[in-house]
């Protein structure tokens, strides 16, 4: 059991997760985890095995043999699979396209979630993803649920030059029978449609303070 502080931000693809917990991170010196970038990870490397992302089993036979490494550098979590850093080839279109098949297999829930916890004997953590207030950090009473309008968010990508289908992912996501999506209770739901990334982080740290955060 730690007594470092965990930040929770679930939602959605592009609601803003990463760009809300990198800013708070800097305002609140807190170790920034990107939970995604993990399951992004075995998803690269199921792809470049030639493994089809469905099929679970094949899936969860790649996944003993792979070396997956979590550390901090700079103030926010790295990933390292078989001794090498990821880098961008994690946002590609094949990844985007297959890595919330891979994140409903419950063995790869099961593996990486003990290691987003393990974050936690590092120092204080905003950590963002999909299920962080609910079965990552679930005794944590500082959560938000950030949401967005889809087409907000689908724009946001194409902004970015990103092929991604949001919704799909979402649908994916949000369905699954492990770790849905979801409001985790006592969350903080804050769409961040009309917000500027500066107004959505005030808003943020607004909700973090009524919730009693007091770094
Ligand atoms: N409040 C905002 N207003 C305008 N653009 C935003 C806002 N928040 C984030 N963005 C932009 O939207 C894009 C997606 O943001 P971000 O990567 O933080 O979303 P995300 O929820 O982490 O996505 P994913 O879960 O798919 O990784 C980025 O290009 C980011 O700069
Ligand atoms: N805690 C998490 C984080 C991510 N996932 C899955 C579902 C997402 O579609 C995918 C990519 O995440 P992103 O980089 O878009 O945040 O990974 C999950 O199931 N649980």
Request: aromatic share 4%; net charge negative; proline share 3%.
């Amino acid at each position: 059991m730690s007594d470092h502080v965990a930040i929770a931000i679930d939602g959605p693809a592009a609601s803003g997760k990463s760009t809300l917990a990198r800013q708070l991170a800097a305002k609140l010196d807190l170790i920034m985890v990107n939970s995604g970038e993990m399951y992004r990870a075995v998803t690269w490397k199921v792809l470049q095995d030639g493994i089809d992302p469905k099929d679970a089993e094949a899936v969860i036979a790649a996944l003993v043999e792979m070396d997956i490494e979590c550390s901090v550098a700079e103030g926010r979590s790295v990933v390292r699979l078989d001794g090498r850093r990821t880098g961008d080839e994690l946002r590609s279109e094949a990844v985007n396209g297959s890595v919330s098949a891979v994140a409903a297999i419950p063995e790869v829930r099961n593996r990486l979630v003990e290691m987003q916890r393990g974050f936690l004997e590092f120092g204080n953590v905003i950590m963002e993803g999909r299920d962080i207030g609910t079965v990552v950090f679930p005794d944590t009473p500082f959560k938000i649920y950030l949401d967005a309008d889809a087409g907000v968010r689908a724009g946001r990508r194409v902004a970015v030059g990103e092929v991604d289908s949001v919704e799909d992912r979402d649908r994916e996501d949000s369905r699954r029978k492990t770790a849905p999506l979801q409001v985790a209770a006592g969350a903080a739901i804050l769409d961040t449609s009309g917000h500027t990334i500066e107004s959505g982080t005030e808003a943020a740290l607004e909700l973090l303070r009524e919730q009693g955060l007091k770094l």
